[in-house]
């Protein structure tokens, strides 16, 4: 449970607010590298952290994130004519270069400088990893480019996706770093389960469905596990590593760690009331195949909004004959089961009114870590941030492994190359 | 005419708003009975009087209405599995009783006592008149149930349908207890002046307080009948009408009737219509009747989504100014509440009583809000406001010509409060 206050401390964060000013000091994902993928391409819009952007990429292939509106009379650049190293807004030909220059104003006349004075907000850029990155912070804050798996492999070995969800985004990083939803949300429903005896009336899963979880904070930001009871006296460990401000890896099947698949997801605020969920998947030992990756980048999307097709206005296409006899839900994808119920509770969950269990651990490491973020900021003081790139050079661990073995030799096995 | 305070106490009807509470003092509809088919059916969501909530049939065919969102993670429950008695949220396996007992938490170690301490909001529930009510204010003063004469007579005597209007519940209950505009609004002929609303174009209300709200009537002197024509109605505190429908007076070959409505607040913006109607006739309504007053209407209405009618203020409720230059006083289609709704949502979502202009036909509604007013003050002060008693189980609506010196409210006062229970008659 939170208070009011802290509620809308953490999922407030346009330019001004704590939690805001904390994001901004971390790069982010704006938007796919093939969303802008040749020089003098059509501009895409950005909404990130409350803040309306248009990205594009010059005709020297450098990408600018600049503000959705030009200075002048506030049109916006969507429409803008993308040409010979800018972009030129069609109201009255301004023309703004990648540094938010105004390097064209036609309609002034030929002696005017207004154009020298005149600046649109321009934002840094990395295209990195699949993704164009963004950092609207202070200059002299700026981290390291985050050397996170998918950015570590060659294009062919990742495969990333963006798409929007209708929740304030600390709802979607509550749900990545909630491992105990699996055994339920996610599960499948054999009919044969309502005639076994064993059964009857409890536990859905066959693993046990009631984990402990055990969180452990890093450089990086914190990693938990959660074991389950398995045979033959051992634990099967699930551990996700949370990187800030928003990535998880999920753990996936068992099997030689360097030669796994890995995926996972960062929300990235888009307003308040939604966000992007950025997904990526990448192996470190060879390409991916064609249709490997994360369900997540293979979703139906509404092409304008970049929503999934199954969404809040059909209610993820729930069949309840299906939820009857078949899976928990009822719903198809386990992406849009995950967005669907994120989405269920509001806009911005109303914290106030939770009841927390012991299965709750991370998501309560979590929102401390943004709390201290926000209330460092509010002191005057610079809050934790990686400033390393290397330290996002970690992986998440899925493997069944003997009683003996504790938890803090488990994480050792989340940093890329360990054995 | 009312100040903007006023008005504020009016439209709020969520938790903790004066009006809130006064709603939170009677039953209240939440589906119809179809809604909720078998027990563990589908859940349905809820929207009543500012509270999100979900209501379901359970296994032993019990109605529960919890909470839409689950208290653990606030997920919402509509996406819940109905089963084994209870249901259970999708998200991490919590299991609720129709009495908001968390009955399963298999997210948590066995050795927990955690879902003992947790419950959710749950409002009870009873099935009855073909819609399921709900009482959600204090549980030492829940009222009798609703034994209007509509919910007791059998189902084969009864329509009753739904449809949602978008704005604020008090400007639709003031529409419906004003009896003037069915003159001009409801005029669907305008060349046939034989409707004796049509040949009497105004009416004197009169008002008469009783212990539920009032009766009213609309005394219509028409030209060239010996006498007046006299439709008395009743308003049933909060946002209850009834309305004659009987025939007397040449409305063709249907059986003596009554009908009314309920103007149900879901939230500030937005209302749902209960519409139903009864013979007094001791046979069944006929098929067709029945039809007209039950499924047919949901041809107009999208049951799928949210019983929102398909003619709406996206498509101007279907205006056609050719039909209205020559055919109807409005060129808007007279079925499921149209020509109400469309001229109730222009008003504006929350319609702004500081700027009106109230006349002498306004009576019934200046009488509705001094009411609710006074009720809103009386709840504040601790006591009960008016109609929670079920003093109101007898009454009917009637509408009959009566010679021009015979007062209506001593004339039909008898057929006004014929008493408790259903007896066939006419």
């Not at chain 1, 105990?180 to 996610?186: A, M, Q, V």
């Not at chain 1, 949370?242 to 996972?264: A, K, Q």
């Not at chain 2, 601790?382 to 008693?389: F, K």
């Amino acid at each position: 449970m939170l208070s009011a206050q802290d509620n809308e401390m953490i999922t407030r964060t346009g330019p001004g607010t704590p939690m805001g000013e904390y994001l901004r000091r971390f790069w982010m994902p704006a938007l796919l590298s093939e969303e802008i993928a040749e020089p003098d391409s059509p501009p895409v819009r950005v909404k990130i952290l409350n803040e309306e952007l248009i990205a594009f990429r010059d005709t020297n292939g450098d990408v600018g994130l600049i503000d959705n509106n030009c200075p002048h009379r506030r049109a916006s650049l969507f429409f803008g004519r993308n040409e010979e190293c800018g972009l030129r807004c069609v109201y009255h030909g301004w023309k703004f270069d990648t540094n938010g220059d105004c390097v064209d104003m036609p309609s002034e006349p030929a002696e005017s400088n207004f154009k020298d004075k005149v600046k649109v907000k321009a934002y840094s850029t990395e295209d990195w990893g699949g993704y164009i990155w963004a950092y609207m912070g202070p200059a002299e804050s700026m981290p390291e480019l985050p050397e996170v798996g998918w950015a570590m492999v060659p294009e062919s070995h990742r495969k990333v996706s963006r798409r929007l969800q209708e929740n304030n985004f600390v709802q979607g990083i509550e749900g990545g770093i909630d491992s105990s939803h699996i055994s339920f949300l996610h599960f499948g429903l054999p009919p044969v389960v309502r005639d076994d005896p064993a059964r009857a009336g409890h536990s859905l899963s066959n693993i046990d469905a009631a984990p402990h979880f055990i969180v452990k904070t890093t450089d990086y930001g914190f990693v938990y596990g959660a074991n389950r009871e398995a045979e033959n006296d051992s634990y099967y460990w699930r551990l996700t590593p949370f990187m800030l401000p928003f990535f998880t890896v999920i753990p996936g099947g068992t099997g030689n760690p360097d030669e796994r698949t890995y995926s996972g997801h960062g929300w990235v605020p888009a307003d308040d009331e939604s966000c992007w969920m950025f997904t990526y998947s990448w192996n470190a030992s060879r390409p991916l195949n064609e249709g490997e990756g994360h369900g997540a980048s293979f979703l139906e999307k509404e092409p304008r909004t970049m929503r999934a097709v199954m969404n809040k206005d059909n209610d993820y296409g729930i069949d309840r004959e299906v939820q009857r006899t078949k899976t928990f839900t009822g719903i198809e994808a386990i992406s849009i089961q995950d967005s669907g119920i994120q989405e269920s509770m509001g806009a911005i969950c109303d914290r106030t009114k939770e009841h927390l269990g012991t299965s709750d651990s991370a998501v309560i490491a979590m929102r401390r870590m943004y709390l201290q973020g926000c209330r460092d900021l509010l002191e005057g003081k610079e809050p934790f941030v990686p400033k390393k790139g290397s330290a996002y050079r970690v992986r998440s661990v899925a493997d069944v492994m003997d009683k003996k073995v504790t938890f803090e030799e488990t994480t050792e096995k989340v940093a890329v190359g360990a054995t | 005419m009312l100040n903007r305070e006023e008005n504020e106490v009016i439209v709020h009807t969520g938790p903790g708003t004066p009006m809130g509470e006064v709603m939170r003092r009677y039953w209240l509809p939440v589906l119809l009975s179809w809604e909720l088919k078998e027990p563990d059916c589908t859940p349905v969501r809820v929207k009543l009087v500012g509270e999100e909530l979900i209501a379901f049939k359970d296994t032993d065919g019990n109605i529960g209405l919890l909470d839409n969102y689950c208290p653990h993670r606030r997920a919402s429950l509509f996406f819940g599995r109905n089963e084994e008695c209870g249901l259970r949220c999708v998200y991490h396996g919590w299991k609720f009783d129709v009495n908001g007992n968390c009955v399963d938490m298999p997210s948590e170690p066995a050795e927990s006592n955690f879902k003992d301490k947790v419950k959710i909001t749950s409002y009870p529930c009873l099935d009855m008149g073909g819609v399921i009510w709900t009482y959600m204010g204090p549980p030492d003063l829940q009222p009798p149930p609703p034994k209007f004469e509509w919910t007791q007579v059998p189902d084969t005597h009864r329509g009753v349908t739904k449809v949602k209007q978008e704005g604020n519940w008090s400007q639709a209950l003031e529409g419906g207890i004003d009896s003037i505009h069915a003159t001009y609004l409801h005029n669907n002929d305008i060349t046939n002046a034989a409707r004796y609303e049509q040949r009497a174009t105004v009416a004197h209300i009169e008002v008469e307080p009783t212990d539920y709200g009032y009766t009213y009537g609309s005394v219509r002197p028409v030209p060239d009948l010996d006498g007046n024509f006299v439709r008395a109605y009743h308003y049933v505190m909060p946002f209850t009408q009834l309305r004659p429908n009987q025939n007397t007076v040449g409305r063709g070959d249907s059986p003596p009737m009554v009908a009314g409505h309920m103007w149900v607040p879901m939230d500030d913006d937005n209302c749902m219509v209960y519409n139903w109607t009864y013979t007094l006739a001791p046979e069944p309504l006929s098929d067709e009747l029945r039809s007209k007053h039950g499924p047919e209407v949901y041809k107009y209405i999208d049951v799928e989504n949210g019983f929102r009618c398909v003619w709406n203020r996206d498509n101007d409720y279907g205006i056609d100014r050719e039909v209205q230059r020559t055919k109807t006083y409005t060129g808007i289609e007279s079925a499921a509440n149209l020509q109400d709704r469309a001229i109730q949502e222009s008003m504006g979502i929350q319609y702004d009583r500081s700027h009106e202009h109230l006349a002498t036909t306004d009576r019934a509604i200046i009488s509705a809000r001094r009411m609710l007013l006074e009720a809103a003050k009386i709840v504040e002060d601790g006591g009960s406001p008016p109609g929670v008693a079920g003093t109101y189980y007898g009454i009917r609506a009637i509408e009959r010509v009566l010679p021009e010196n015979v007062r209506w409210q001593d004339a039909l006062h008898e057929a006004l409060f014929e008493g408790e229970g259903y007896s066939p008659a006419v």
